[in-house]
Every structure is written in C-alpha cells, then in structure tokens.
C-alpha cells in the first residue's frame, strides 16, 4: 500500500518460516541451529538494531515449545518501529504507519533482515511459508457509528445481516474468509470489532497474503512485490470510495 496522510494501517507483517529438524527420539521440531543464530544475528545488525528484547523466556532444552514463535526483537531504538523479530523457524519484519512506505523503507528493511538472517545461519534456510499480513483499524466514532452491521455494509464492499431476531444488536462482531488464489496464493480476510487502550470501539481488518512452497531468499523478495501490490489493490477495492477517501 502507498503511503496515506490519514491511513487506518496500524501494523504491516512480513513473514518468512524454514522447515525445522526432527528429534527422532520424540518427534519434535526445532531448529538445530537457532541458538547460535540468534547470538550471531544479534552482532550482525548491532549497528542498525542495537535493542534487543526477549518476548518468550526460551530455553534450549524446551525449544519445541517455541517453534516458528517470535523470541526475539531487535529494534533501532527501545519501542520503535521498524524491527525484526526471530524465533526457532520463523523470522519477520513489522512496521507500523508512522516509519512504513513500501519502497522507501520497508522493502529495504526486508532485504536487509533476510540477508543477516542467512549470515547468522550460514548459508541459504530451506524456507516453505512465507505470509504478508496488513492490519487496519479506524475508531467507529469518528465515521458516525450506530450498529455493526450498517456501519460495516456503508464503509466496507462486505455486509451481513441477522435474520433470527431483528430485535437483536450484536455489541461485537468477528468474521473470517478464506480464498485461493492464483500461483497457490491464499488471501486470509479477517473483519471485527475491538477496544484501543482509551476504550473507543474500533472496527479491525486484516489482509493475509499467503504461500507454502519452496523458496530462496530472491524467491520471497519476488513474492513480496507481488503480495504487496495484490494487498494494495484489496485494500482499495475493499473499503467503499468515501471511506477510502477519508485516508488521503
């Protein structure tokens, strides 16, 4: 999506996930080689993401617990965005409205993340996921909110209707769809309603791009124009025009 002076984005996702290794004593996965990649991803972007949090209280011995979970984030400064995130199969890159464009800096943040993630492993991880994930959200007051269901059908090019009892008003709402697409692609879309932390309503969308395949690093990079551009033109389709003009 191209840069909005009002844009709804609160967080946009790249994912990338590599088979793991099977302990064949017990049939669990994990990453043989996490522990020493991530003290050597942790000196390899040093320069760029000096602050590192541990989000999970990993331990080595209890790795299959963690796997393709983020354990790790490195960020530029304590809070900011963008960071990368590591975890025994899984690696991302997260950015939030206020840093992301496209082009300007997130691609190359992800290029960069996935050229140290490879330094850290030695070499080429034999990826097979990989997910572009866009998280939207507006607070309903400020678009004259009534109900869920006119509110939705009047700003989004989706609706639904309750036909068991008109007396009823749903306070919360949560609808999920799921859609092949072209090249084994599969877009996730993902409608409901939540509370910020000053307790206005909001109304939350997540568009999912998604594949399982094999790839190489040029691989996802590649993918990654596509779903960008894809997410881009379901964003716009997606909302109706007035409530996407709103974000210019």
Same mark, same amino acid.
């Given at each position: ?28 996965e994990y990453d ?19 602050? #590192?949090?541990?989000?999970?209280? /990993?331990?080595? @011995? ?6 393709? !979970?983020?354990? =790790? *984030? ?58 572009l994930r866009y ?33 009823? #008003?749903?306070?919360?709402?949560? /609808?999920?769809? @799921? ?6 692609? !599969?877009?996730? =879309? *993902? ?57 210019a």
């Amino acid at each position: 999506m191209s840069r909005l002076s009002n844009a709804p984005l609160q967080e946009v996702i790249f994912e990338a996930r590599w088979a793991l290794d099977t302990d064949q004593a017990t049939g669990q996965e994990y990453d043989q080689k996490y522990s020493l990649a991530a003290g050597a991803l942790k000196a390899h972007v040093q320069e760029r993401f000096p602050h #590192v949090d541990q989000r999970l209280p /990993f331990h080595p @011995l209890t790795q299959h617990l963690f796997a393709r !979970q983020a354990v =790790l *984030q490195f960020r530029k400064e304590p809070g900011a965005s963008p960071l990368l995130q590591l975890g025994p199969g899984v690696f991302t890159v997260n950015d939030t409205d206020k840093n992301y464009d496209w082009q300007e800096s997130y691609q190359p943040t992800l290029i960069y993340g996935l050229e140290m993630l490879e330094k850290a492993y030695d070499g080429t991880l034999p990826y097979e996921q990989v997910a572009l994930r866009y998280i939207d959200s507006v607070k309903v007051k400020d678009y004259g909110f009534t109900d869920w269901a006119s509110f939705i059908s009047k700003h989004l090019r989706f609706g639904f209707t309750n036909q068991f009892d008109h007396g009823m #008003v749903p306070k919360d709402v949560s /609808f999920q769809q @799921l859609f092949d697409l072209p090249d084994d692609d !599969q877009l996730h =879309l *993902q409608i409901g309603s939540g509370t910020d932390r000053d307790g206005d309503d909001r109304l939350i969308w997540q568009t999912t791009v998604q594949r399982k395949g094999t790839f190489d690093r040029a691989g996802l990079l590649a993918w990654g124009n596509t779903a960008h551009d894809l997410s881009s033109k379901l964003f716009k389709d997606f909302c109706q025009p007035d409530f996407h003009a709103s974000f210019a």
